[in-house]
């Protein structure tokens, strides 16, 4: 089992900052991947970023050059740093954590006013 802990959320102006955490305790040994994932309103959840317990990273097309995604691995912590923020970023971010299947947090919201 994992559990796993986020913040960092909130409201911005376009252009601004944010940076969010992700804390995972529990099962940490055995995590092989821990990310960030959003849902809009009416919209589908997507994949926003990721990075593997090697270090390898993933940023979402429509983030890249925006937002970058750091690990503090002797934390079990996983952050995303969001600059340059534009509305269509409002968003519920979700962390996640995965084993043989995924383990969700329970969300933070991020809005972007233009």
């Known amino acids: 089992q994992v559990q796993l802990a986020e913040s960092g959320g909130g409201l911005v102006q376009a252009g601004g900052s944010l940076r969010l955490t992700c804390t995972a305790s529990?099962?940490?040994?055995?995590?092989?991947?821990m990310g960030w994932s959003r849902q809009a309103p009416g919209k589908q959840r997507e994949l926003v970023a990721s990075?593997?317990?090697?270090?390898?990273?993933y940023v979402a097309a429509s983030v890249e050059g925006r937002f970058t995604i750091l690990r503090d691995g002797a934390k079990n912590t996983i952050f995303l740093q969001m600059d340059n923020l534009e509305p269509d970023d409002t968003a519920t971010y979700y962390c996640?954590?995965?084993?043989?299947?995924?383990?969700w947090g329970q969300g933070t919201q991020v809005t972007v006013s233009s």
């Open positions: 996640f954590g995965t084993i043989s299947s995924a383990y």
């Open positions: 529990g099962s940490v040994a055995v995590i092989h991947t």
């Open positions: 990075i593997t317990s090697r270090g390898s990273t």
